[in-house]
């Protein structure tokens, strides 16, 4: 009876601590800049809706813009997308859980720029893309939006556990399998 007693004890701390957390995690938060190793740099905000009822969770926005430079002539140009997908999202025992709606995956063109360039010659490689480069552009995001799905369904019900939840003030941070994810709060 001890035994079961002090398991009860520790669920009963671990859900109200869970709650805890997940009342502190609702809202936006903009992830640190990361660089792939193919070089493509991303940006991800999460939204974490608001906690209802008694589950320490929410909806999930998860939102990620992606640059990738590239050669342009005797410059380099960067290209822009950004994906959006929908989920919920759960704290259970100090961990955070992200549950992917992969119906909801959507990838756009964000743009171009070109940053080496001069405002003439840049209007005018904006108008070979207008005119020439929309087929190209949707190839590219028909890939990346393969590569997403694939990336999101990778794992058992479109589920991904990040480990050790730490809210302090307006910084998050949580464990990925490869290193430490950290949030800043902007709403």
Not at 14 to 24: F, G, Q, T, V, Y
Request: net charge negative.
């Amino acid at each position: 009876m001890p035994v079961s007693l002090l398991f009860f004890i520790c669920v009963l701390c671990s859900s109200c601590n869970d709650m805890k957390l997940a009342k502190e995690a609702s809202g936006k938060w903009e992830c640190i800049n990361i660089i792939g190793e193919d070089g493509i740099k991303e940006k991800t905000y999460y939204e974490f809706g608001t906690v209802e009822g008694n589950t320490p969770g929410g909806s999930l926005k998860e939102t990620t813009y992606f640059t990738q430079s590239e050669d342009y002539g005797d410059g380099k140009c960067n290209v822009k997308y950004k994906s959006i997908i929908q989920g919920t999202w759960e704290i259970i025992a100090g961990d955070i859980y992200f549950t992917y709606d992969l119906s909801t995956l959507k990838v756009s063109f964000e743009g171009v720029d070109y940053p080496d360039m001069d405002k003439f010659s840049e209007s005018i490689a904006q108008g070979f893309i207008k005119n020439y480069g929309q087929s190209l552009i949707q190839e590219d995001i028909n890939e990346m939006k393969e590569e997403l799905y694939s990336w999101y369904s990778e794992n058992d019900n479109n589920e991904d556990c990040y480990r050790n939840v730490k809210i302090k003030g307006n910084n998050m941070s949580f464990k990925a399998q490869d290193a430490v994810v950290k949030l800043v709060r902007i709403k």
